[in-house]
């Protein structure tokens, strides 16, 4: 009985122990981990949270954009493709009230894009507002000048055997439609044989919030499900899903697609930009005015109000701002420039 006795009383105090270690353990772990009067070392702080950050392109990387100019003809719309993987795109304007679409491409997996279609010289104003790499496969003879005989951009020219570019014809087109690229193809060429840098510390134009931007808080904004932006020969119109967040791409009444992926393009932010414009010397070629400043829209999440921007020169940026002269800020997303002239109406529905 007095060696049960003992025996009992070694295994309470073990127990006692025991408790007292895994109390203490506990207690450190929160005065010294868990708690926010816990001791850092210092230079260092311990963050209670990871960071938020934009997911459409890292905004710290430094990687130079391609800017690649896009067949935009309603007949080779159907065979577009690569759009999605562009985390900006511009349409602008081009004479015979036509419209090309300059997209960029920044830090993404090797993607086919097409078709591929001739420079304007007005498309540099758009690429220098990111730094990138001009991209195209010919050239009407202003932009020419400006690039090859000024050398006012870092540029790859399909026409001249640069960047790998090909012919593809699956829809039976005419060949003007028919040219597609690498995005690697172009990027190694740019570095390797033309000596381009390669980084740069300017390359972001928007400023984008990492959550959705909310509009219809305010006074001046009104319900956008449905906005409509004509430039002659094509209309696009963008439709808002309110399940996705997103707006679909529609031109010609007909919604668009990838050609080889079957993924309807969408775009996340919409702006218009109100332009002027008037004829080259030659009388055929547009001159669009994109210096100086003007109107426009700003449309996301189902929601649109109007805006103001500003150009100082060629080279600068354009600066968005909401009608008191504060930055937008955009969602997290695609975003589509439309450049539109004055003459023709955006609807917003």
């Given at each position: 009985?007095?060696?049960?006795?003992?025996?009992?009383?070694?295994?309470?105090?073990?127990?006692?122990?025991?408790?007292?270690?895994?109390?203490?353990?506990?207690?450190?772990?929160?005065?010294?981990?868990?708690?926010?009067?816990?001791?850092?070392?210092?230079?260092?702080?311990?963050?209670?949270?990871?960071?938020?950050?934009?997911?459409?392109?890292?905004?710290?990387?430094?990687?130079?954009?391609?800017?690649?100019?896009?067949?935009?003809?309603?007949?080779?719309?159907?065979?577009?493709?690569?759009?999605?993987?562009?985390?900006l795109l511009y349409e602008i304007p081009t004479e015979g009230y036509t419209a090309r679409l300059i997209a960029f491409f920044k830090d993404v997996e090797d993607t086919k894009v097409g078709t591929i279609r001739s420079a304007r010289h007005n498309m540099l104003d758009?690429?220098?507002?990111?730094?990138?790499?001009?991209?195209?496969?010919?050239?009407?003879?202003?932009?020419?000048?400006?690039?090859?005989?000024?050398?006012?951009?870092?540029?790859?020219?399909?026409?001249?055997?640069?960047?790998?570019?090909?012919?593809?014809?699956?829809?039976?087109?005419?060949?003007?439609?028919?040219?597609?690229?690498?995005?690697?193809?172009?990027?190694?060429?740019?570095?390797?044989?033309?000596?381009?840098?390669?980084?740069?510390?300017?390359?972001?134009?928007?400023?984008?919030?990492?959550?959705?931007?909310d509009l219809s808080n305010r006074s001046d904004a009104k319900v956008a499900n449905k906005v409509t932006i004509p430039y002659g020969s094509v209309t696009n119109v963008f439709e808002y899903n309110s399940e996705t967040g997103m707006y679909t791409r529609i031109v010609?009444?007909?919604?668009?697609?990838?050609?080889?992926?079957?993924?309807?393009?969408?775009?996340?932010?919409?702006?218009?930009?109100?332009?002027?414009?008037?004829?080259?010397?030659?009388?055929?070629?547009?001159?669009?005015?994109?210096?100086?400043?003007?109107?426009?829209?700003?449309?996301?999440?189902?929601?649109?109000?109007?805006?103001?921007?500003?150009?100082?020169?060629?080279?600068?940026?354009?600066?968005?701002?909401?009608?008191?002269?504060?930055?937008?800020?955009?969602?997290?997303?695609?975003?589509?420039?439309?450049?539109?002239?004055?003459?023709?109406?955006?609807?917003?529905?």
């Amino acid at each position: 009985m007095k060696k049960r006795k003992i025996n009992k009383r070694k295994i309470f105090t073990l127990m006692l122990i025991l408790l007292l270690v895994i109390g203490l353990g506990a207690f450190g772990i929160y005065k010294f981990v868990l708690s926010d009067k816990a001791p850092i070392k210092k230079g260092k702080k311990l963050e209670a949270k990871i960071e938020a950050k934009v997911d459409i392109i890292d905004v710290d990387s430094k990687t130079r954009p391609l800017a690649i100019s896009i067949n935009n003809t309603p007949v080779a719309v159907k065979v577009q493709t690569g759009l999605n993987k562009a985390y900006l795109l511009y349409e602008i304007p081009t004479e015979g009230y036509t419209a090309r679409l300059i997209a960029f491409f920044k830090d993404v997996e090797d993607t086919k894009v097409g078709t591929i279609r001739s420079a304007r010289h007005n498309m540099l104003d758009y690429s220098y507002e990111s730094d990138a790499i001009f991209v195209a496969f010919g050239w009407s003879h202003y932009a020419q000048d400006d690039m090859q005989n000024k050398k006012l951009i870092d540029y790859v020219q399909g026409i001249v055997g640069e960047g790998g570019m090909w012919r593809d014809n699956p829809a039976h087109l005419d060949s003007e439609h028919t040219v597609y690229l690498q995005t690697q193809k172009v990027i190694d060429y740019a570095k390797d044989r033309k000596g381009y840098s390669m980084e740069s510390d300017d390359t972001v134009l928007l400023n984008y919030n990492v959550v959705d931007v909310d509009l219809s808080n305010r006074s001046d904004a009104k319900v956008a499900n449905k906005v409509t932006i004509p430039y002659g020969s094509v209309t696009n119109v963008f439709e808002y899903n309110s399940e996705t967040g997103m707006y679909t791409r529609i031109v010609n009444d007909r919604r668009t697609t990838d050609y080889y992926t079957g993924e309807e393009f969408t775009a996340k932010n919409l702006i218009v930009q109100k332009i002027t414009y008037n004829r080259t010397d030659d009388g055929y070629y547009w001159n669009l005015h994109t210096s100086g400043s003007g109107d426009g829209y700003y449309i996301t999440n189902g929601y649109a109000i109007p805006i103001k921007w500003s150009k100082e020169n060629r080279k600068a940026k354009t600066k968005f701002t909401y009608t008191d002269g504060d930055e937008i800020e955009v969602s997290d997303g695609r975003t589509y420039i439309e450049v539109q002239i004055t003459d023709k109406l955006t609807t917003i529905e």
